[in-house]
């Protein structure tokens, strides 16, 4: 064969290998984002790490509690549990009793909070990761994990929590056997300010969810002066006197999630029933030092639970009311001595002013933003919150000087009401863009402590999805392709609009 014929045709073969190349890098699916999972850290040590093994020894102390008797309230709805979490042999018995309440597939999600032993931080702090596992399987954690962690004065992060704390896996376990199937809510909790703690956590209740709280009671006191500590905390807790459980000195590891639990069984008038008490020198302990073990339920009606906040949409007319509320704030604050005689507490007496929302407030001059200060997630009623970012988008936005008194009259005011952020869970970033609804979704970017979003209205300037994620990386601080390139936490909200021209 000649030379030049044989180039030819090696060259024929070389493009044909390229195009069955090329067709099937285009066939193949792109690459899923990587999953992260919190491996069992305290398997082997406080239970079991041999599944069997662990499977025998639940069922065993699950047959030893179901010989308590107990007959839940009437007409009355499962709300919350406080759980053990020492080693089992302790403990589990106690933590057994969860047997008597729960039945497989009874709650969907679980926000359970668990005390901070070992790092030391204020607040919560909620894993970044996908899944939790225990030697049962694993556990997905529910949308609601990263939604919560968007409130960063409340939530944040803590490898250090996840590789050390032991008080919320040991609690897994029990909850995998009895419920089954369910996707997790895992919180550690330092010092807090309860109530928004509280309230941070009714915001993503609904009748589906479970609170489970995780504490032991005393520590290494001798058994009699143990048992009778103990009976004094837990009538505490029955009671719901937090002040005074406050006031006491080592009654209860888990102080911090029981007072919160105690926050919400105040506010929905649940009723706490103790399933079971016991210590370590009941179990498995000698009588010297022991430590306390208790099970609560909190029983409540079922209209108390909520689907987030977003009961109903405001009416035009309420809108505007709330437009004219933010107008009145700064004339009050520029003007003090003006007369208020535009909205008056009988204005913003409807039920919808009570739902608490994430607010915005925008300020614009001769068409060009002049402020905008706003929160995503709610952290008070709807008034109050265009109230204080009516100020802080007039004073505080650092993108501009403040406002000035003389400037008022010149500007123009809107105002958005958002909902509850959810998580957009998405395989890549042509799943991302495909999910997106523009001029519908208000959207948020988190990877680590960096995070932005952007406003529905900004829809309006870049119709684009691929821009507009391009540019929300860039507020956030990524490379612009960073939705492409790597995995990222999303969320998406919509918003009601009102201005001053409706």
């Known amino acids: 064969m000649p030379v030049i014929s044989l180039q030819n045709t090696l060259l024929k073969i070389r493009a044909l290998l390229l195009l069955i190349g090329l067709i099937g890098l285009l066939a193949a699916p792109l690459p899923a984002l990587a999953q992260r999972t919190r491996a069992a850290v305290w398997a082997g040590k406080f239970y079991p790490a041999n599944t069997s093994d662990l499977q025998h020894m639940i069922a065993d102390l699950t047959r030893q509690a179901q010989k308590t008797g107990f007959m839940p309230p009437p007409q009355k709805k499962l709300k919350a549990l406080i759980l053990p979490h020492a080693g089992y042999i302790?403990?589990?018995?106690?933590?057994?009793?969860?047997?008597?309440?729960?039945?497989?597939?009874?709650?969907?999600?679980i926000i359970l909070v668990a005390p901070?032993?070992?790092?030391?931080?204020?607040?919560?702090?909620?894993?970044?990761?996908?899944?939790y596992e225990t030697p049962l399987g694993k556990?997905?954690?529910?949308?609601?994990?990263?939604?919560?962690?968007?409130?960063?004065?409340?939530?944040?992060?803590?490898?250090?929590?996840?590789?050390?704390?032991?008080?919320?896996?040991?609690?897994?376990?029990?909850?995998?056997?009895?419920?089954?199937d369910f996707e997790l809510v895992p919180i550690v909790l330092g010092p807090a300010y309860i109530p928004s703690i509280a309230q941070a956590l009714d915001n993503v209740r609904d009748k589906d969810t479970l609170l489970v709280v995780s504490s032991d009671l005393s520590h290494y006191l001798a058994y009699d002066e143990a048992v009778a500590k103990d009976q004094e905390t837990i009538d505490l807790i029955l009671n719901l006197k937090s002040q005074q459980l406050i006031q006491r000195k080592n009654t209860a590891c888990g102080r911090f999630p029981i007072l919160m639990?105690?926050?919400?069984?105040?506010?929905?008038?649940?009723?706490?029933?103790?399933?079971?008490?016991?210590?370590?020198?009941?179990?498995?302990?000698?009588?010297?030092?022991?430590?306390?073990?208790?099970?609560?339920?909190?029983?409540?009606?079922?209209?108390?639970?909520?689907?987030?906040?977003?009961?109903?949409?405001?009416?035009?007319?309420?809108?505007?009311?709330?437009?004219?509320?933010?107008?009145q704030t700064l004339i009050n604050h520029f003007f003090p001595e003006a007369p208020l005689h535009e909205i008056t507490a009988s204005d913003l007496q409807n039920n919808c002013f009570q739902q608490f929302n994430g607010t915005f407030v925008t300020i614009k001059k001769n068409g060009r933003l002049?402020?905008?200060?706003?929160?995503?997630?709610?952290?008070?009623?709807i008034p109050d919150g265009i109230r204080q970012n009516a100020i802080q988008a007039a004073i505080h936005d650092s993108r501009f000087p403040p406002l000035r008194a003389e400037?008022?009259?010149?500007?123009?005011?809107?105002?958005?009401?958002?909902?509850?952020?959810?998580?957009?869970?998405?395989?890549?970033?042509?799943?991302?863009?495909?999910?997106?609804?523009?001029?519908?979704?208000?959207v948020i970017l988190r990877k680590g402590n960096a995070g932005?979003?952007?406003l529905p209205q900004v829809w309006e300037q870049l119709p684009d999805k691929s821009a507009f994620l391009s540019a929300l990386c860039r507020k956030a601080?990524?490379?612009?392709?960073?939705?492409?390139?790597?995995?990222?936490?999303?969320f998406t909200y919509q918003a009601q609009y009102f201005d001053e021209k409706n």
Request: glycine share 8%.
């Open 90 to 109: 302790y403990s589990g018995l106690t933590a057994a009793h969860a047997s008597l309440v729960l039945k497989p597939r009874q709650y969907k999600k």
């Open 116 to 131: 901070d032993h070992r790092i030391g931080f204020r607040n919560g702090v909620i894993s970044d990761v996908d899944y």
């Open 139 to 180: 556990l997905k954690l529910h949308p609601d994990a990263s939604g919560l962690r968007l409130q960063s004065h409340l939530f944040q992060t803590s490898p250090a929590s996840d590789r050390e704390e032991h008080s919320l896996e040991v609690i897994l376990p029990f909850l995998q056997t009895y419920l089954q």
């Open 261 to 327: 639990v105690m926050e919400m069984a105040r506010r929905h008038n649940w009723q706490p029933v103790k399933l079971h008490y016991s210590n370590s020198g009941d179990t498995a302990g000698d009588r010297q030092r022991v430590v306390g073990y208790t099970t609560i339920a909190f029983y409540g009606k079922s209209e108390d639970d909520r689907a987030g906040l977003d009961t109903s949409e405001l009416t035009r007319i309420e809108g505007q009311i709330l437009v004219r509320l933010a107008r």
């Open 370 to 381: 002049r402020g905008c200060i706003g929160n995503i997630m709610p952290q008070q009623s």
């Open 407 to 442: 400037e008022l009259d010149q500007v123009h005011i809107s105002i958005s009401i958002l909902s509850q952020p959810q998580a957009l869970p998405y395989i890549n970033g042509q799943d991302l863009l495909a999910k997106l609804r523009p001029h519908v979704d208000g």
């Open 452 to 454: 932005a979003t952007f």
């Open 477 to 490: 601080g990524l490379p612009p392709s960073a939705w492409q390139e790597t995995p990222l936490e999303v």
